[in-house]
């Protein structure tokens, strides 16, 4: 049974820094593309971050670019995504989803990804 756990969420006020982990089980960790999603209230869940396999590849969406960066140790299982200079537009639950591939690639749409957390909560007060 394929398990992904989000931790790290809170409430922080703007400026400041949250780390974001995802512990996964029941699948090859390493054969897995990862991303990060998010959802705000009222609004559909959108792409925030993703990383090969291998962590070579990594792409943001344009409004964290230069402020998140997505990361994963392959060895713990875990995919993180550190997030600095948060802003109140960053208030979401966070979701961390799972696909199997072996290639150096990043996927960017829900669809494309077969696994899912139940995601952490974080607020950005101004």
């Known amino acids: 049974q394929v398990q992904l756990v989000e931790s790290g969420g809170g409430l922080v006020q703007t400026g400041g820094s949250l780390r974001l982990s995802c512990a996964a089980s029941?699948?090859?960790?390493?054969?897995?593309?990862m991303g990060w999603f998010r959802q705000a209230p009222g609004k559909e869940r959108e792409f925030v971050a993703g990383?090969?396999?291998?962590?070579?590849?990594?792409e943001y969406t344009d409004s964290v670019q230069g402020r998140f960066t997505i990361s994963r140790d392959n060895a713990k299982n875990t995919v993180y995504l550190q997030m600095n200079s948060l802003k109140p537009e960053d208030t979401a639950v966070y979701y961390c989803?799972?696909?199997?591939?072996?290639?150096?690639?990043?996927?960017?749409?829900?669809?494309?990804?077969?696994?899912w957390g139940q995601g952490t909560q974080v607020t950005v007060s101004s």
């Open positions: 989803a799972a696909r199997g591939d072996y290639k150096t690639t990043v996927y960017q749409y829900l669809y494309e990804y077969t696994y």
């Open positions: 029941g699948l090859t960790f390493s054969k897995n593309v």
């Open positions: 990383i090969s396999w291998s962590g070579g590849r990594t």
